[in-house]
């Protein structure tokens, strides 16, 4: 049974080695897929069995301070990731809008793009620490198997797009969005996390929530031009990026009609009045009940 197991993984690896990026070759996690796919299992395996059944019979962590901490580091990691990934291309005038090919080159400016992206995929792996949190403060209710997938995906799939060339070309816009997303979103969890005398100014929920769904819409948008023109960029990533656009708008609109909907409420939450939902939002901050769902990676 091992050795059978090991020639899947010499496969795996011959497969992602004969068409890898040489340029992230030697890159730390970046020789093969399975340490990766070993901390997403670690991750599910934590977050829906072993994290809550330790934390059955304990109190919720008071962890205030440490999601203040988390939030901001999130907040200077996301600006820098989308400030050098604009910087790599696209804010530059050398990317296309419309149809920007894999650049295989090694120049500066595409080193520093394929560097940006490798960060992306860094700061997937750290995203992971969201779920963990809902673990320690015994919020295992918003642990759904479409959170699950949400964060385990990102990491496997950006990681196989460094590996086979895509961390240059159209598919960056993917990460140059969400980083710009990520920003705002991490904001407004580090000023929840300050307590009551900030949380009142937070009228803006709603549209926070909206700004995500219109991520997914440009996304969408942006990959599918690419079945109309002639574009040197893998029809595969093409369909994976496409798909993980619809898949998370059809999620995220979900979301925004269950919790804004007048004749709605969301489930699991008891009141009808949409402040009293925010009010449970701007409690995980401070390490207590929340609904937070509405989190883009």
């Known amino acids: 049974m091992m050795d059978f197991l090991w020639n899947i993984k010499h496969e795996v690896d011959d497969f992602f080695d004969k068409q890898q990026d040489t340029r992230v070759a030697d890159w730390f996690m970046m020789s093969s897929i399975f340490p990766t796919l070993g901390?997403?299992?670690?991750?599910?395996?934590?977050?829906?069995?072993?994290?809550?059944?330790?934390?059955?019979?304990?109190?919720?962590f008071n962890i205030k301070n440490i999601l203040i901490v988390y939030n901001l580091f999130q907040v200077i990691m996301s600006t820098w990731i989308f400030y050098e990934v604009g910087m790599g291309g696209w804010f530059t005038g050398e990317?296309?809008?419309?149809?920007?090919?894999?650049?295989?080159?090694?120049?500066?400016?595409?080193?520093?793009?394929?560097?940006?992206?490798?960060?992306?995929?860094?700061?997937?792996?750290?995203?992971l620490l969201d779920t963990i949190f809902f673990?320690?403060?015994?919020?295992?209710?918003?642990?759904?198997?479409?959170?699950?997938?949400?964060?385990?995906?990102?990491?496997?799939?950006?990681?196989?797009?460094?590996?086979?060339?895509i961390s240059t070309g159209h598919g960056t816009f993917f990460g140059l969005l969400n980083s710009f997303i990520h920003m705002i979103m991490y904001t407004y969890y580090l000023l929840s996390a300050m307590g009551p005398s900030i949380q009142k100014y937070l009228w803006w929920k709603k549209h926070l929530t909206a700004l995500q769904i219109a991520q997914f819409v440009a996304i969408i948008v942006h990959t599918f031009q690419l079945f109309f023109r002639e574009c040197d960029f893998p029809r595969f990533f093409t369909w994976y990026i496409l798909l993980h656009g619809v898949m998370f708008l059809f999620l995220f609109k979900q979301f925004y009609e269950q919790a804004y909907?007048?004749?709605?409420?969301?489930?699991?939450?008891?009141?009808?009045?949409r402040k009293g939902i925010l009010r449970k939002e701007h409690n995980f901050a401070n390490g207590s009940k929340v609904s937070r769902r509405v989190k883009s990676h």
């Open 261 to 273: 909907n007048k004749n709605k409420k969301p489930e699991g939450v008891k009141t009808d009045d």
């Open 95 to 127: 990317y296309s809008w419309k149809c920007q090919p894999i650049d295989y080159s090694n120049k500066p400016s595409t080193l520093r793009l394929v560097r940006a992206s490798y960060w992306y995929l860094v700061a997937k792996y750290i995203d």
């Open 135 to 165: 673990v320690l403060t015994k919020k295992n209710s918003h642990i759904s198997v479409l959170h699950v997938i949400h964060h385990g995906i990102m990491p496997v799939s950006i990681w196989m797009g460094m590996k086979l060339f």
């Open 39 to 60: 901390i997403v299992f670690s991750y599910i395996l934590f977050v829906k069995v072993i994290g809550p059944k330790l934390m059955e019979k304990r109190k919720p």
